[in-house]
């Protein structure tokens, strides 16, 4: 793909995602990242709660691509979103959802990446001391990972009262002292933080994710030559081993292009065509 050879694209990032994001659009189509100055992404939305977010991770991640475009008057864009929260398949286990967009205003094409991060640290915890957390920022990471810490219950007056990027366990102490002297129950709330730069787990997850875009925008459809040819669904259905009744394991995927509307069925990358009985609600119910 020579579309983009050359050219440069607005990233809108406040948090550093240039360092995960730039050498892969680099390496696969020879596009570079530029990056809007002075940018608030905060204000579209921030990580420490205080401005919530509007509408969708999808609407805010376009939303941030077409605002840093605007502001370095690129056609060429692209921005990220992450969600955290319970895994949507193992609700015990946090899990990030992580979306892309690239956007290329003079061919009206605007191209996707998905990425369930089952690797993060994302947790928080109550406390009125540090001894309180027992050794649970060592286990979320910290200090290389960061730590946002707030009253759990401010007294009014105290809502403003947060500390991030905390260097050690002194600061880190210091701040739990000062929050937990902040709220009504004598208790900080000590959340990870999820900003990119101070949250290297996220930021390998990002790196994927870039890659996987790339890689997909470096793809041509075999029908019109548009870029960004690639999976869009799973198709369900891979038959029982034993009873050939289908189940709700993916029995093949779905690939399509964002700019016309040709699409292609394709095997499983892993060559299967049976599943395990264990997955099949008439052998193993
Ligand atoms: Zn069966
Ligand atoms: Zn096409």
């Not at 998905?114 to 050794?135: K, S, V, Y």
Request: glycine content about 10%; proline content about 8%; charged content about 20%.
């Amino acid at each position: 793909m020579e579309r983009y050879r050359g050219r440069a694209a607005a990233l809108a990032t406040m948090h550093g995602k240039e360092r995960a994001f730039a050498r892969p659009f680099r390496a696969l189509l020879g596009l570079d990242v530029a990056l809007p100055p002075e940018l608030d992404t905060d204000q579209l939305g921030s990580f420490d709660g205080r401005v919530p977010r509007a509408g969708s991770a999808e609407q805010a991640c376009r939303h941030k691509a077409l605002v840093g475009m605007a502001s370095l008057g690129l056609p060429l864009g692209m921005a990220s979103e992450g969600s955290f929260g319970p895994h949507p398949a193992l609700p015990v286990l946090a899990a990030g959802l992580e979306v892309m967009v690239f956007l290329d205003q003079d061919h009206g094409l605007e191209i996707w990446e998905r990425l369930i991060a089952r690797r993060t640290n994302f947790d928080h915890r109550c406390a009125a001391e540090l001894a309180g957390l027992e050794g649970w920022p060592q286990r979320v990471g910290f200090p290389d990972h960061g730590l946002i810490v707030r009253p759990e219950q401010p007294w009014s007056g105290a809502d403003d009262l947060l500390f991030k990027d905390l260097q050690d366990q002194l600061q880190l102490a210091e701040a739990i002292g000062a929050a937990a002297a902040g709220s009504i129950n004598g208790r900080a709330l000590v959340e990870t933080d999820m900003r990119a730069h101070r949250n290297p787990t996220r930021m390998a997850c990002l790196r994927t994710l870039a890659t996987r875009l790339a890689r997909r925008i470096s793809t041509p459809c075999p029908a019109c030559g548009a870029p960004g040819w690639g999976r869009v669904e799973v198709v369900p259905g891979l038959p029982c081993g034993w009873c050939t009744q289908p189940t709700s394991l993916a029995r093949a995927e779905l690939f399509g292009c964002v700019s016309c509307s040709h699409t292609e069925e394709l095997p499983r990358p892993d060559g299967w065509a049976k599943a395990d009985p264990q997955h099949c609600p008439l052998c193993n119910p």
